[in-house]
């Protein structure tokens, strides 16, 4: 009896990867996806639009915060630079939570950046780099609109009885936004001695 050595096993035609596979969208964009999880489908529709707005605006935020960290200057910069980073991580962690949530109603996140841009509220900064006082002052203004957003769409997924939409709202993303908005603002009280 003879063994078997691998080089004589019959071969695939050719070892190279299949590449520019094209496919259909197995699910569009806008749509829902009915799963088990006791919300009619139009209750999923609202809450999906109303998140994935919160996502675009969420990931610019979390992107404004690592284009900061590494653009910082002056002397606070190493104060700022490890507090944006620090900031980018959580509002990173809120992106991952709200994503999943839309997963969970059966809908599809908003993924690229191209997409992001498209939706969110949040004015495009310019290129270049900026005082950290105009860098904070941009921070907390994209944290506010957040947080209006947040409360505001809470109340309306609570009035339709998606309970974990409201819980993610208010637990997660406006509660990470105002404790994050306060310690930007303390940054900028007069005493501090940066000035634009």
């Known amino acids: 009896m003879s063994k078997s050595h691998p080089e ?8 190279a990867p299949n590449l520019n596979q094209q ?8 749509t829902i996806v009915k799963l088990p999880n006791g919300l009619s489908e139009s209750v999923c529709t609202k809450s999906v639009a109303l998140l ?9 935020l979390r992107d404004l915060y690592k284009k900061h960290h ?6 606070t910069f190493d104060q700022l630079h490890l507090l944006f980073d620090k900031h980018y991580e959580a509002q990173a962690e809120l992106v991952d939570l709200v994503a999943e949530r839309i997963q969970v109603l059966g809908g599809v996140t908003l ?65 990470t936004n105002e ?11 007069a005493v501090t001695p940066v000035a634009a």
């Not at 590494?70 to 002397?75: A, D, I």
């Not at 209006?148 to 406006?174: P, Q, W």
């Not at 404790?179 to 009280?189: G, K, N, S, Y």
Request: hydrophobic share 45%; net charge negative; proline share 6%.
């Open 8 to 15: 004589s096993r019959s071969a695939p035609d050719s070892a």
């Open 23 to 30: 496919g259909v969208v197995t699910q569009a964009y806008g």
């Open 52 to 60: 994935n707005q919160t996502l675009a605006d969420t990931m610019t």
């Open 70 to 75: 590494w653009q910082v200057v002056g002397p």
């Open 111 to 175: 993924a690229m950046a191209a997409d992001v841009a498209e939706i969110t509220r949040i004015p495009r900064p310019p290129r270049g780099r900026e005082p950290a006082v105009v860098q904070l002052s941009r921070l907390a203004e994209a944290h506010e609109m957040i947080i209006i957003a947040a409360r505001k769409n809470a109340e309306i997924v609570a009035d339709t009885g998606d309970s974990g939409t409201n819980d993610l709202l208010v637990s997660n993303v406006l509660r």
């Open 179 to 189: 404790l994050q908005a306060w310690f930007l603002t303390e940054h900028l009280v």
